[in-house]
């Protein structure tokens, strides 16, 4: 009897996948890397400046470790989705103390390292970088000051390559969510995607000029910030590393008066600048390029390789790994819409452990889609929330440390003290009685009621009724609220504090820590396709018993999210919210997938609503809630 096959995992397809991507990317970079070596190499030769079988291809090769930091960092922190964070300062709370935000700083400050070490060593003799000035043959060496303004430039822009990283959040995988093109007919093809070469062309202009601009401003102010904050301490740094490696320099050299600005060191500042940015600012718009493709290799979706594509598949569908989840939902959209064959391999896959694969694959989509009518309910009824999270049964107490109470009557009069013991305790208890329950205003405590008199008097005899009125707690209150809507409103400074109604529906419908809405969708074009092509291709008739269940769930879906959208009332520091900002985009792109989705339901499945189990008033619900998209289907 042969040996049964284990099912390959779908991580196994989707890790080399991503390994050829990145060294798609890795390409396009070590390219960039070939044309800053040139940039930076010497000229006296016209043939080896620029032949690749020579110092430049060392170069370049040096130069390509510096970007490479940068690929690890994408893969390491590789994410799809938006953060699901209320506002940009709890998006630093959230974030900042987390490994990430380490990872970042170091990767870019020992990929300019690594540059600063290549270009001074790449650059003439006539540009004075040496680490050592020689003096004369009375003199001793000292430190050049120059190369050390140049490395504390570097580390400057990597810190500031670091703030763009993360506020930016270029870890973020912008795959379309919105891959069906919702509006037509089912049979009219998607628009064509681009290529990451085509996407490389459109994106380059806007980034060479973000580029100039950083290492422009950073060429102008560099040689002032370093003066008023890191001369000193990148001085005695240098020199402290020269004296470690025993070079001859006397331990208590001074800085010179005059820092060494020369117009030929700014304007390498500029250029050796502006060539770091574009390693690092390239090797991030070609790592996310090529890594947003579609999960298809040959024409084909990944899992067609397996020995079973569809357990492969399932696998992944049912992965607790973000990355893999997304993927694998994203194939899923793609073998609905476009691979006749896989959907009819999974139509008739029926004989499989835990289901058939149709029942186990609407299972999936279906929780994705309940999810986001799970968290709005949840906001909208918090404590029914909690209530549901609390498991019936006895409560585990923590183990007890003291004495247990008594359990005497506690009304009946104690009996008399039969001990000293017990009448000292007897005595403490009635004076700690008494003395607290006189320490009450409400049980006619003298002292208190006096001097609460006196204060009050004193208020009214001494202050007018405006002053009366300027320090009372709700002027108090409305004062500092309007001081904070003031800045609130200042440009840049108050942005990062306002909760905006886009940023916070998508944390309460998309879940978190990071937005779900790419899979989301995709769950709800497979569904939908594959309801549609059922009516040709399914033999058995599994799906047409899921369609009510199918329909149901997208029409409670839609009118939660609509619900949220027209009902969730602006945050008080959303200080610039106008009701045009209600139509978020994320939320736009669910609804009309959501509507695409009934309009072919109803469709495809009205003549037989009653076969199959649909009520009039699912239909009458989904019909009002298709009505136009039924229109410009049927046109």
């Not at 080399?16 to 800053?36: D, G, K, M």
């Not at 000229?43 to 090769?61: N, V």
């Not at 009934?598 to 009002?624: H, N, S, T, Y």
Request: glycine content about 6%.
């Amino acid at each position: 009897m042969p040996a049964l096959t284990r099912t390959r995992l779908y991580r196994e397809f989707l890790t080399p996948t991503l390994h050829r991507r990145f060294t798609q990317a890795a390409e396009v970079n070590l390219l960039l890397s070939y044309l800053t070596a040139i940039i930076i190499g010497e000229k006296s030769s016209i043939l080896w400046s620029w032949f690749p079988l020579g110092p430049a291809g060392i170069r370049t090769l040096l130069l390509f470790l510096s970007p490479l930091l940068v690929f690890v960092l994408r893969v390491a922190q590789l994410h799809f989705g938006t953060r699901s964070t209320v506002s940009p300062f709890h998006t630093f709370k959230e974030f900042f103390y987390r490994r990430d935000v380490l990872e970042t700083s170091f990767c870019y400050v020992f990929s300019a390292l690594l540059f600063s070490e290549v270009y001074i060593w790449s650059i003439s003799r006539e540009a004075n970088l040496n680490w050592v000035l020689q003096g004369r043959s009375s003199e001793r060496q000292r430190l050049n000051e120059r190369p050390i303004y140049l490395r504390s430039l570097y580390l400057g822009l990597a810190l500031v390559q670091t703030a763009i990283h993360l506020w930016f959040d270029y870890d973020k995988i912008r795959g379309s969510a919105d891959k069906v093109h919702h509006g037509s007919s089912a049979e009219e093809p998607a628009q064509k995607a681009t290529t990451p070469i085509d996407r490389l062309k459109v994106k380059f202009p806007k980034l060479l000029q973000r580029i100039g601009i950083i290492s422009s401003v950073a060429a102008i102010t560099g040689p002032i910030i370093y003066s008023l904050t890191v001369r000193k301490v990148a001085w005695r740094t240098s020199l402290a590393c020269a004296r470690f490696l025993r070079w001859d320099i006397p331990a208590t050299a001074e800085l010179s008066i005059i820092p060494p600005y020369h117009i030929t060191l700014l304007a390498r500042s500029l250029l050796s600048g502006f060539c770091l940015l574009l390693l690092w600012q390239g090797s991030n718009v070609a790592f996310s390029a090529y890594v947003a493709q579609e999960p298809i290799k040959r024409g084909q979706p990944l899992t067609q390789e397996s020995n079973d594509p569809n357990g492969s598949l399932l696998n992944g569908l049912k992965s607790r790994k973000s990355l893999v989840k997304t993927f694998s939902f994203w194939e899923l959209a793609q073998i609905s819409k476009n691979y006749p064959s896989r959907r009819v391999s999974i139509l008739k896959d029926i004989d499989r452990s835990g289901g058939p694969t149709w029942s186990q694959i609407s299972s999936e989509c279906l929780k994705m889609i309940q999810g986001v009518t799970t968290r709005i309910s949840e906001h909208n009824n918090p404590s029914a929330g909690q209530q549901a999270s609390i498991q019936p049964g006895q409560l585990q107490s923590l183990p007890r440390m003291g004495i247990p109470p008594k359990e005497e009557p506690v009304f009946l009069k104690s009996p008399p003290p039969s001990s000293k013991r017990e009448l000292v305790e007897e005595k403490v208890g009635s004076f700690a009685r008494s003395y607290g329950n006189n320490a009450s205003p409400a049980n006619g405590n003298p002292i208190v009621q006096n001097s609460k008199y006196y204060l009050e008097q004193a208020r009214i005899k001494l202050l007018t009724q405006e002053q009366q009125e300027a320090i009372s707690p709700a002027h108090i209150q409305s004062t500092f609220k309007t001081y904070l809507i003031r800045f609130l409103h200042v440009p840049y400074i108050g942005y990062p504090f306002r909760q905006t109604f886009a940023r916070r529906i998508r944390s309460i419908a998309f879940g978190q820590p990071f937005s779900q809405v790419v899979t989301i969708v995709n769950a709800i074009d497979t569904l939908t396709n594959m309801a549609t092509a059922s009516i040709k291709e399914d033999d058995y008739g599994k799906v047409a018993k899921d369609v009510p269940s199918i329909l149901r769930t997208f029409a409670m879906a839609y009118r939660s999210l609509e619900g949220l959208t027209s009902s969730l009332q602006p945050h008080w520091t959303d200080v610039e919210f106008e009701e045009g900002q209600r139509q978020v985009e994320d939320v736009q792109v669910t609804l009309a997938a959501l509507r695409y989705g009934l309009a072919e339901l109803v469709k495809d499945f009205g003549g037989f609503a009653g076969e199959i189990g649909l009520e009039e008033k699912d239909m009458r619900a989904a019909r009002a809630i298709a009505g136009p998209q039924m229109e410009m289907i049927e046109k």
